[in-house]
């Protein structure tokens, strides 16, 4: 059995805390707080007029993968907001990985998140969050790779945050980078960034 710390990241509202609530296999633990007038000024919630609740330090969950080997994974997901960027570097210490949410409704956000994971030595992959809402746009893993401006190494996929399968996809693709990163850079997997 293996034992795995994985990241998951991206832009304020991006769906982090959705994707670790359907993949953990135990209740996970978040930190959301409700958001409040005092913060209107500080997040842009320009096409999140829904959204009631944020993460303000960390969500915790775990699963357990039988194939193709035994890895129990350990999910850390970030806040999202700009202003506790500085909590990603203990929460990346000692990660296989991450992934990094888009949401192309919200494009911009995650320049943050991907400029923060190209500094560092740890292997990440891209996933863009397909939300069932007439305001969110179709664009390609290509085209995201573009906008985003990702190097060609760096895995762009699709997924539904809200959906185990889809969301552990998302998992898988991200060992398998992992593992290819290490095997080419053996001192990239799990360092400090």
Partial sequence: MTDLKVVIAGGFG?????MVGAISEIPPLTTEEQL?????????????????HTTVAMDFGRIT????????????????????LYMWDDLAHGAVGAIV????????????????????????VVAVNEFDTPERHHYSPDEIRLALEIPQAVP????????????????????????TTA????????ARP
């Fill in 156 to 179: 762009v996929v699709t997924c539904d945050a809200r959906d185990l399968h889809s969301a552990v996809a998302v998992l898988r693709t991200l060992v398998e980078h992992a593992l």
């Fill in 101 to 124: 949410l888009v949401d192309t409704r919200r494009l911009h956000v995650s320049f943050t998140a991907v400029s923060y994971f190209e500094r560092t030595t740890l292997p990440f």
């Fill in 65 to 84: 993968l039988t194939t193709p080997q035994h890895l129990v994974i350990y999910l850390f997901g970030t806040p999202g907001q700009e202003r506790f």
């Fill in 183 to 190: 095997r080419s850079h053996p001192t990239a997997v799990g």
């Fill in 14 to 18: 991006t769906g982090k805390t959705t």
């Fill in 36 to 52: 409040t007038t005092a913060s209107t000024s500080v997040d842009d919630l320009n096409g999140l007029e829904h959204k009631s």
